[in-house]
Structure formats: C-alpha cells, structure tokens
Nanobody, 114 residues
Framework: QLQLVASGGGLVHPGGSLRLSCAAS??????????IFWFRQVPGKGRAEIICIENGEENKTYVDSEKGRFTISRDNAKRLAFLQMTNLGPEDTAKYYC?????WGPGTQVTVSE
C-alpha cells in the first residue's frame, strides 16, 4: 500500500519558516494524475485542509494560499510535493500530513514556540 510520507517538520520560532516535503513510499504510482493536499491536525481535532495543488499542473507549479503564508508545489517527475510555510505562529503548531487519492502517511510534527 502506498504511503505519502511527510517530512521536514521540527521546532521553529515565531516568525520563522519551514519547508515540508511529501514523498511517495513506493514506486509504480503516478501522482501526476491526482491533486495533492496538505492537511494539519492538532490534538483533539480533526484534520483540516490547508491547501491543494491540482492534477495535471506543470512541475514545480506554485499556488498561494489565501493567507499568502503557505505555498504548495509539486515535482511530478520526482513524485514529490512541498509545502513552504512562512511567518509561522504558535497557531500553526500541528501535525502536518500530505494526501492524494486515498493515500496518507504518518505526518510530520511542526511546533512553533519561543
């Protein structure tokens, strides 16, 4: 079963930036046919969608979120997706997941704190 493994999380100070990566755990799957989503989840709450990039986009296409702080991109040739996050605040502390189709992975923790 394919998993989409998110990585790149960690501890960052308020106002800082992080770039998360999402990689397919197995070969033989064509991610370019699917939209890719980033979600985040805090303890006690459900997963909330942050942003998505549609299928069929060109490699390394960037889509700005409404807030302008989160940018999603994808590299279809390498079966990777990215989430660039800037000006992070404590409210962004959560576990971050990437998703396409029915595929999920273990997520990566982002903690924003002094």
């Amino acid at each position: 079963q394919l998993q989409l493994v998110a990585s790149g999380g960690g501890l960052v100070h308020p106002g800082g930036s992080l770039r998360l990566s999402c990689a397919a755990s197995a070969s033989g799957y064509t991610l370019s046919n699917f939209a890719i989503f980033w979600f985040r989840q805090v303890p006690g709450k459900g997963r909330a969608e942050i942003i998505c990039i549609e299928n069929g986009e060109e490699n390394k296409t960037y889509v700005d979120s409404e807030k302008g702080r989160f940018t999603i991109s994808r590299d279809n040739a390498k079966r990777l997706a990215f989430l660039q996050m800037t000006n992070l605040g404590p409210e962004d502390t959560a576990k971050y997941y990437c998703n396409a189709n029915t595929w999920w992975g273990p997520g990566t923790q982002v903690t924003v704190s002094e």
